[in-house]
């Protein structure tokens, strides 16, 4: 079984991909399935947000994941980020030997276009390389897919720079600061009411209320689905999105 989270499609896409060559099934971390897997292998797909995991992929791992799946022997992951990963996949692997008794067999970062714009020097990737990140991973992907078939124990990951300061430093600070729907505003000469951004919260976290006006519920993991799923470019985080770029893989 893979279980991916996706916010703006990256992941979405990578997961779709190899549930296809591998021929195994797919189920978003966000479903309420309860259903128990006693598959051998383990698959895990996600974005990685700040040399991190997302807060909504850390809370399955540690409420969800263990009554799902009983004892994997072989886990993989395959993490999207726009540039590196820092030390996320040591974040990922303490969770598992917490949960299982041991760590990932097999890891791999691929880049997907960059999608987060809520800091100054921060925005989307032009047309070209979005399009250039995209194919050099679909064509990453069937090596990736083959290793995985044949339970090799690979390390396949772009850390980047400073790694341990991005992960332990950095993100905590991220997280306790950024992570949050406090900021969304809505321009409202502009926004037509469609609803795309509810529709796109892979945590149900938009509603609109009987004001007709948009209302965030506090349990935000940063994914800004809704900021680039709307078709007017109406929403924004805070000034930080001022003249920024949206991108959503479909």
């Given at each position: 079984?893979?279980?991916y989270?996706?916010?703006t499609?990256?992941s979405?896409?990578v997961?779709g991909?190899?549930s296809e060559?591998?021929?195994?099934?797919m189920?978003?971390m966000t479903?309420?399935?309860?259903g128990r897997?006693?598959?051998?292998?383990?698959?895990?797909?996600?974005?990685?947000?700040?040399w991190?995991?997302?807060?909504?992929?850390?809370?399955?791992?540690?409420?969800?994941?263990?009554?799902?799946?009983?004892?994997?022997?072989?886990i993989y992951?395959v993490?999207?980020?726009?540039?590196d990963?820092?030390f996320?996949?040591k974040?990922?692997?303490?969770?598992?030997?917490?949960?299982?008794g041991?760590?990932?067999d097999?890891?791999?970062?691929?880049?997907?276009?960059?999608?987060?714009?809520?800091?100054?020097g921060?925005?989307?990737?032009?047309?070209?390389?979005?399009?250039?990140?995209v194919?050099?991973t679909?064509?990453?992907?069937p090596?990736?897919a083959?290793?995985i078939?044949?339970r090799?124990?690979?390390?396949?990951l772009v850390?980047?720079?400073?790694?341990?300061?991005?992960t332990?430093v950095?993100?905590p600070l991220?997280n306790l600061?950024?992570?949050t729907d406090?900021?969304f505003?809505?321009?409202?000469g502009?926004?037509?009411?469609?609803n795309?951004?509810?529709?796109s919260?892979?945590?149900?976290n938009?509603?609109?209320g009987?004001?007709?006006?948009?209302?965030?519920g506090g349990?935000?993991t940063g994914?800004l689905?809704c900021?680039?799923?709307?078709?007017?470019?109406?929403?924004?985080?805070?000034?930080m999105?001022k003249g920024k770029?949206?991108?959503?893989?479909?």
């Amino acid at each position: 079984m893979i279980y991916y989270f996706s916010g703006t499609g990256n992941s979405l896409m990578v997961a779709g991909k190899l549930s296809e060559m591998l021929a195994d099934d797919m189920r978003a971390m966000t479903s309420d399935s309860s259903g128990r897997v006693d598959d051998e292998v383990l698959g895990l797909v996600f974005p990685v947000y700040s040399w991190g995991l997302p807060r909504v992929v850390d809370m399955f791992l540690r409420e969800r994941l263990p009554s799902l799946v009983r004892n994997p022997r072989y886990i993989y992951a395959v993490m999207t980020c726009g540039d590196d990963v820092g030390f996320a996949d040591k974040l990922l692997e303490k969770r598992l030997k917490g949960m299982y008794g041991h760590g990932l067999d097999a890891v791999h970062s691929v880049f997907m276009p960059n999608t987060y714009v809520c800091l100054p020097g921060f925005d989307v990737d032009g047309a070209e390389v979005a399009a250039m990140k995209v194919e050099d991973t679909m064509h990453r992907l069937p090596e990736i897919a083959e290793g995985i078939r044949n339970r090799r124990m690979t390390r396949d990951l772009v850390r980047g720079s400073m790694p341990w300061a991005k992960t332990y430093v950095v993100r905590p600070l991220f997280n306790l600061l950024l992570v949050t729907d406090r900021y969304f505003r809505v321009s409202k000469g502009v926004c037509t009411a469609c609803n795309i951004c509810v529709a796109s919260c892979p945590l149900g976290n938009i509603r609109r209320g009987e004001d007709g006006n948009l209302h965030w519920g506090g349990s935000c993991t940063g994914c800004l689905a809704c900021y680039h799923s709307c078709p007017r470019h109406a929403l924004h985080f805070g000034s930080m999105t001022k003249g920024k770029g949206q991108h959503y893989s479909k």
